[in-house]
Antibody, heavy 112, light 107 residues
Framework: QVQLVQSGAEVKKPGASVKVSCKAS????????MHWVRQAPGQRLEWMGW????????KYSQKFQGRVTITRDTSASTAYMELSSLRSEDTAVYYC?????WGQGTLVTVSS | SSELTQDPAVSVALGQTVRITCQGD??????ASWYQQKPGQAPVVVIY???NRPSGIPDRFSGSSSGNTASLTITGAQAEDEADYYC??????????FGTGTKVTVL
């Protein structure tokens, strides 16, 4: 069955960067785009961007353009999302998703 | 980017029918998907594409669309349907957008 397993919770200081991983199994990794979505506490889902896993092309939400980088390693069936210049407002659960299936989420806490 | 607007909250009596709507310009060109999210859990897709329902999703969930509005209908709501529901679509630039979310309470 399709599984997306994300890396564990992170605590970062303001100004730092965080890189979250998402290991896929149960389907052909290169056949689906991988999206990253975040949800701040008590807030709505917020789309950050996606990667065409086959060719590596990316598209980002304007809100995160310049701060977010989505990559993938096809040999490891793993996608990554790196967010830089972290601020307290970036405290959220970050999800990877092929939209039909979602990872379990990774809590990123930004605190001094 | 496009916005998708939903009513913040709706309530429904147990066993009755509730319709959740999602409005946005992108819906004139692209289908909406619908996600159910329960507290502390990742979203689960309940409707995708034109009106497709993934395996394992009860047939009381159905989707429809007209003009700039997509709808999710729960016919015969059950207690376990109490959750937040989000619509999702893409816009003309290939970016995705999620709706503002609707909290469904089953009375």
């Amino acid at each position: 069955q399709v599984q997306l397993v994300q890396s564990g919770a992170e605590v970062k200081k303001p100004g730092a960067s965080v890189k979250v991983s998402c290991k896929a199994s149960g389907y052909t990794f290169t056949s689906n785009a991988m999206h990253w979505v975040r949800q701040a506490p008590g807030q709505r889902l917020e789309w950050m961007g996606w990667i065409n896993v086959g060719n590596g092309n990316t598209k980002y939400s304007q809100k995160f353009q310049g701060r977010v980088t989505i990559t993938r390693d096809t040999s490891a069936s793993t996608a990554y999302m790196e967010l830089s210049s972290l601020r307290s407002e970036d405290t959220a659960v970050y999800y990877c998703a092929i939209l039909s299936h979602w990872g379990q989420g990774t809590l990123v806490t930004v605190s001094s | 980017s496009s916005e998708l607007t939903q009513d913040p909250a709706v309530s429904v009596a147990l066993g009755q029918t509730v319709r959740i709507t999602c409005q946005g310009d992108s819906l004139r060109s692209y289908y909406a998907s619908w996600y159910q999210q329960k507290p502390g859990q990742a979203p689960v897709v309940v409707i995708y594409g034109k009106k497709n329902r993934p395996s394992g999703i009860p047939d009381r969930f159905s989707g429809s669309s007209s003009g700039n509005t997509a709808s999710l209908t729960i016919t015969g709501a059950q207690a376990e349907d109490e959750a937040d529901y989000y619509c999702n679509s893409r816009d003309s630039s290939g970016k995705e957008v999620f709706g503002t979310g609707t909290k469904v309470t089953v009375l």
